[in-house]
């Protein structure tokens, strides 16, 4: 046992390392369910629509790609199951992916790791140590999960399962994080293979259950075993054998690829960069193009997938809402009154608009992280002028989010044309809404460039912007908000294409506004102090 | 064009700390300048206030015959600088850095590259976030030194690098002052501007204490020395050059001006010697010395 000795002084550091990090994931993943069972009784108050709602569900493709097969939608467990089985088990997935990388591969990135290993810890403790903080993290929330289930009035035996699945699929997935770690020189690296498999395993998932033919996809995906458990659908105890084994299996791998390593090498060597600068990094915004084409590519990649998702979904969005009124007028309230497809479009819309500020905000800091990360200095010590730098890096929030907006009416225009066989009409009109949006964006990222240029210590207000931005626009109407309130989103103003009448007055304003805001904000960069 | 820094009367706050406080600096065009001055003394202000980085409360800078704040990005065609902290972009190697930073000055020779990266022992195909700090502080000097410029900055330059690369990196400086380039060289270590630099200024709480040639400053330049003798000293304290003397038994510690030190040895050898080490004092040694009662004063 010398091989793991010190590992529960390593489990007590770790939890201590993470006391801020971990608690709200668990209390999130693990309230959610529960409190979804409590609004089941409101959305489907009545017998009739709770007995149709697992036949109108499992029928349309693009909700089981989304949540995974409907078993029993007929009672609130059922339900809840279906709606954020899968989804759950992702997150769970990542964050003990993530949890496995920084107590494994991060403390040897860092050479933390040698100051612990030259201690009274065995070869193995770093690795036990780990999984068994992400063991505890999945197992705290499956437990969350169930008591808040029983709690509130679910069956048991169908709330344990769903516990069970929760805590299990994460300790797959560290097992997974724990092979990575082993692989990869790098914590980046790491993560990146272990969310890659989280994401395929998702992705084997949905395809699996979208499609009917290959419904034998889902059983290679431990997302796929989690919603197989069937809780409160006739739970399949069996089905929890084939997470332990994979666990098992996993972890003995990770196990025996640990020792065939010197601490800080990966098994996979790390592969190195060009010995001279492509002739394309030459300026700085070939310099730009290099530190935001990772970024933007994942959110064009994420913004395309759920284009196609809700496209897909839109022609059905009558069957989703059901009978039930309150969702009706939410969608309503939203995205205008006429047609209910319409209304969702429109909806749908403005959520990308609010998505894609967020990926401008980020970009737009992304100068603040340069700035006090000190690589900033050394590039405007040479003849890059001050304006220059800001462009390069706006040129990816503006026309990057831009893009995104793109992307994602096109998606979802193709899909949706597609499903109702009218591709030359739906997709010029779903772009049209999504295109829209830019405006309000460019608000956003202009008070962003704002607070960076004029007062660069509270950037992070450009978060609180888009924030509130979201926040006012999707819930302000349903909230019943006065107006006046509402109208600080830049969303508000939006016109609600395509069920709605198109009107540029307040576009034209929007990007008035835009204007300013960044005019503002580059004149305070041109003239304060960096660093 | 004499001087190719000039600086007087510069004054920067930061909120209410006050960081340079009528700081003077004159850099003659072709000269090495050693800017000498305790951590924290307001080097790194000056040199950022000299790049257009800060913007001056008071006084007047010259950089390059011209005003390095408006006029930054012309000015910086005509010049380099190293960072005291060398931060790299974690995903673009180093030698994908130095060719970025060398274009954005407006070329770099590349047979000047491959030579520095031989002498440095560098390996360019690594990425940013695996070099340590000696590394990513060679990535900055070869990007540096393989521009064709005429100014020099470089912030602390050697903080980081082992002996071996610092007298790589002296040997270099010493190449580019032949070559007729001016460099400006801020450092806290006394041993490295007196190896390299024509002039010295020397900076406290961000104003000039001394400025002048090493021969100027050679009341800097003393020696400490500790001796375990055979018999009593005599005659020591007699001695022009030698200060602070200290005698316990058989025992002294003395400070001696360098170029008395052969006159003093013999001193001490005619008595006989049991033990001797001599050390050069460190900045902060001499500032306690020579500058402690005009802190005091303030």
Redesign the interface.
């Known amino acids: 046992m010398s091989g793991v000795v010190g590992t529960r002084h390593l489990v007590r550091l770790a939890l201590r390392r993470d006391r801020v990090v971990l608690p709200p994931w668990i209390i999130v993943l693990g309230v959610i369910p529960a409190a979804t069972a409590g609004l089941y009784d409101q959305l489907y108050p009545d017998q009739a629509g709770r007995a149709s709602l697992t036949h109108a569900m499992s029928s349309n493709p693009s909700l089981s790609l989304l949540y995974g097969p409907a078993f029993d939608l007929s009672t609130a467990g059922g339900f809840t199951a279906w709606r954020y089985g899968s989804l759950i088990a992702l997150v769970m997935g990542l964050v003990c992916v993530f949890t496995v990388t920084r107590h494994t591969r991060q403390e040897e990135d860092t050479g933390r790791q040698e100051l612990l290993s030259s201690a009274v810890t065995g070869r193995y403790a770093s690795l036990t140590a780990a999984l068994i903080t992400a063991g505890l993290t999945a197992a705290a929330t499956g437990l969350v999960s169930a008591v808040a289930m029983i709690a509130a009035g679910l069956p048991p035996a169908g709330s344990i399962a769903f516990g069970l699945g929760i805590m299990l699929t994460g300790w797959v997935f560290s097992a997974i994080a724990a092979v990575s770690a082993q692989l990869a020189e790098y914590s980046r690296t790491a993560n990146g293979i272990a969310s890659a498999v989280v994401g395929a395993t998702f992705l084997l998932r949905a395809v699996g259950d979208a499609a009917s033919d290959l419904g034998w996809l889902s059983w290679l995906s431990p997302i796929g075993w989690a919603s197989q458990l069937r809780p409160f659908a006739g739970e399949r105890w069996w089905v929890l054998l084939l997470l332990l084994a994979a666990t098992g299996v996993l972890a003995a791998v990770a196990y025996r690829l640990l020792p065939r390593r010197d601490v800080g090498i990966g098994i996979l060597p790390a592969k190195p960069g060009p010995p001279v600068g492509a002739p394309g990094l030459r300026s700085p915004l070939g310099l730009a193009w290099r530190l935001h084409r990772g970024l933007l590519t994942g959110w064009l990649g994420g913004f395309a997938v759920m284009g196609a998702l809700f496209g897909s979904m839109a022609a059905g969005i009558g069957d989703v809402v059901g009978d039930s009124a309150q969702a009706k007028e939410m969608f309503q309230r939203l995205g205008g009154a006429s047609g209910m497809v319409d209304a969702f479009l429109a909806a749908i819309s403005s959520i990308y608009g609010m998505i894609a500020a967020m990926y401008a905000v980020q970009a737009t800091l992304r100068m603040r992280t340069e700035e006090t990360g000190i690589r900033l200095e050394p590039l405007l010590a040479t003849r890059v002028r001050r304006l220059r730098w800001v462009g390069s890096h706006l040129v990816f929030s503006l026309l990057g989010s831009a893009l995104l907006l793109v992307v994602a009416g096109v998606a979802t225009g193709l899909l949706h044309g597609l499903r109702v066989g009218y591709v030359s009409g739906q997709v010029p009109a779903v772009l049209g809404a999504a295109v829209a949006q830019i405006p309000a964006v460019w608000v956003v990222a202009g008070i962003a460039v704002l607070v960076f240029g004029a007062a660069p210590k509270y950037v992070m207000a450009g978060w609180s912007v888009a924030s509130l931005s979201l926040a006012l626009a999707l819930y302000g109407p349903v909230l019943q908000l006065p107006q006046i309130v509402v109208d600080f989103s830049p969303f508000a103003h939006v016109p609600k294409l395509p069920s709605a009448a198109f009107t540029a007055t307040p576009l034209l304003w929007l990007c008035l506004i835009a204007v300013v805001a960044l005019a503002a904000g580059l004149t305070g960069f041109r003239r304060r102090d960096v660093g | 064009m004499d001087n190719a820094i000039s600086i007087s009367g510069l004054n920067k706050s930061f909120g209410s700390t006050k960081a340079l406080n009528g700081l003077d600096l004159q850099v003659a065009t072709g000269e090495v300048h050693g800017f000498l001055g305790p951590n924290g003394s307001g080097k790194s202000t000056t040199i950022?206030v000299l790049?257009?980085?800060?913007?001056a409360d008071a006084g007047s800078v010259r950089l390059l015959g011209g005003d390095p704040w408006r006029q930054?990005?012309?000015l910086?065609?005509r010049?380099?600088?190293v960072?005291g902290?060398?931060?790299?972009?974690p995903?673009?190697?180093?030698?994908?850095?130095?060719?970025?930073?060398g274009?954005?000055?407006?070329g770099l020779d590349q047979k000047r590259r491959r030579q520095l990266l031989e002498r440095f022992d560098l390996d360019?195909?690594?990425?940013g976030?695996?070099y340590s700090k000696g590394n990513r502080q060679k990535v900055?000097i070869v990007a540096a030194l393989a521009s064709d410029v005429e100014l020099l900055?470089l912030d602390e330059p050697t903080s980081g690098l082992d002996p071996l690369m610092e007298a790589t990196f002296q040997y270099a400086i010493q190449e580019e002052r032949e070559k007729g380039r001016t460099v400006l060289l801020s450092s806290h270590i006394l041993a490295e501007v007196e190896a390299l630099c024509d002039r010295v200024s020397i900076i406290r709480n961000g104003h000039n204490v001394e400025t002048g040639t090493l021969g100027d400053l050679r009341h800097l330049t003393r020696t400490s020395i500790t001796a375990e003798l055979a018999g009593h000293p005599n005659g020591l304290s007699s001695l022009a050059d030698v200060h602070d003397l200290k005698v316990e038994g058989n025992r002294v510690r003395f400070d001696v001006e360098t170029h008395s030190l052969d006159k003093v040895l013999r001193q001490l050898t005619d008595v006989g010697v049991r033990s001797l080490t001599s050390q050069p004092p460190t900045l902060e040694e001499l500032f306690l010395r020579h500058y402690s009662a005009e802190a005091s004063a303030k």
């Open positions: 950022r790049l257009g980085l800060l913007r930054a990005a012309d910086h065609r010049l380099a600088y960072p902290d060398v931060s790299l972009w995903n673009l190697s180093g030698g994908e850095v130095i060719d970025l930073l274009r954005l000055r407006g360019p195909t690594k990425k976030r695996t900055a900055v």
